[in-house]
């Protein structure tokens, strides 16, 4: 299937508990990163299928959501295409070093979803 989806990742408002939750329900394998100053960054590594992972949601006052993220062969060109077709563009590309660039968009309809570029070695 082409684009399709890669990674889904809980913004959350409480980290500790919905880690706690998770592992708890599906027994995924959890491991923490430090991401600088925006904190910690758990990886979920489900073994089969699509990963993701939990970060403390970084806006104030927006309940706790999931985001999809979908594969792409160009961020900045899928996201301008995005964009003309009526899509809002919350943020444009932003590289994860060594791994890729991401952007967030609302679509027409009000859904988020998050670009992925998988950076090639």
């Known amino acids: 299937m082409a684009n399709p989806f890669v990674h889904v990742e809980l913004n959350t408002t409480d980290l ?9 329900l ?5 491991e923490d990163m430090q991401m600088g100053p925006s904190g910690t ?32 062969d ?18 444009e590309s932003v590289e994860v070093p060594n791994m890729g660039w991401f952007s967030i968009l609302e679509d027409p309809t009000g859904a988020a979803i998050a670009l992925w570029q998988t950076k090639k070695s």
Do not use: C, R
């Not at 160009?74 to 295409?81: I, P």
């Open 16 to 24: 500790d508990k919905a880690k706690d939750f998770y592992s708890q």
């Open 26 to 30: 599906f027994g995924w394998e959890l």
């Open 41 to 72: 960054y758990t990886v979920i590594k489900v073994g089969d299928g699509t990963g993701g992972g939990m970060l403390k949601n970084p806006m104030p006052g927006v309940p706790s959501f999931w985001l999809a993220y979908v594969s792409v």
């Open 74 to 91: 160009d961020v900045g060109a899928a996201t301008k295409k995005a964009a003309s077709l009526g899509a809002k563009v919350h943020k």
